[in-house]
């Protein structure tokens, strides 16, 4: 059965302290790794997309990387706008599955 | 321009009652979604629409009916609604999967059901 299961639930740090969140995934013939961000009362907003292993995208303090097994997404010096929950999700043969995400709080 | 948009954004109703909730999109998208998210933010697919065909249904029970009168447009339906049926509903939509690549997903900003 295809899983993903995401790592921490949630996450505090301080502005400018650099963390990474963990998905990792079982699932037969991967067609896509996708990261979202969801904020409060808001629906999930689309990150990245890595396909193959050893894979990497980036996007301002953000660094999605991807392995047989898992992805992480970086974060760099984080600010508090960052603070969101992060979804990661697989597609194999069926439906897209998503973690249940890390709720990520950045003070100032 | 709102790429995914739903209406209504909150819905507020009472048992056994029947509602409907409306999505579009302007992307241009051949695959549209229904998800629902429960109130520990988990979110699962319920179904998927490709060129007005339904190609994903999941377990869902008969009470819930997607409808989509063109590549545009998905809508869900849901007859004598439950208690249970409370949670935010989310639609999407993507480019249609290719055999080994699947394409992402454009969220809308979701209805919030609430059954009383």
């Known amino acids: 059965e295809d899983q993903v299961t995401q790592s921490p639930e949630a996450l505090r740090l301080q502005e400018g302290e650099s963390s990474s969140l963990n998905c990792s995934y079982t699932v037969s013939g991967l067609r896509g790794l996708f990261w979202y961000r969801q904020d409060p009362g808001k629906g999930p907003e689309f990150l990245f997309t890595l396909y193959s292993a050893g894979e990497e995208k980036e996007k301002e303090r953000l660094k999605a990387t991807l392995t047989k097994k898992e992805s992480f997404l970086h974060i760099t010096a984080p600010k508090p706008e960052d603070s969101a929950t992060y979804l990661c999700?697989?597609?194999?043969?069926?439906?897209?599955?998503f973690g249940k995400g890390t709720t990520l709080s950045v003070s100032s | 321009d709102t790429a995914v948009s739903q209406t209504p954004k909150y819905l507020v109703t009472q048992m056994g009652n029947d509602k409907s909730i409306k999505c579009e999109q302007n992307l241009g998208h051949d695959t549209m979604y229904w998800y629902k998210q429960d109130s520990k933010k988990f979110l699962k697919i319920m179904f998927s629409y490709n060129n007005k065909e339904l190609i994903i249904n999941e377990t869902v029970p008969n009470r819930f009916s997607p409808k989509s009168p063109d590549k545009a447009h998905l809508n869900l339906h849901i007859n004598s609604l439950e208690l249970g049926d409370s949670a935010v509903y989310f639609c999407?939509?993507?480019?249609?999967?290719?055999?080994?690549?699947?394409?992402?997903?454009?969220f809308g900003p979701g209805t919030r059901l609430t059954v009383t």
């Open positions: 999407a939509s993507s480019h249609a999967d290719r055999t080994t690549k699947s394409y992402e997903q454009y």
């Open positions: 999700a697989v597609q194999a043969s069926g439906a897209l599955i």
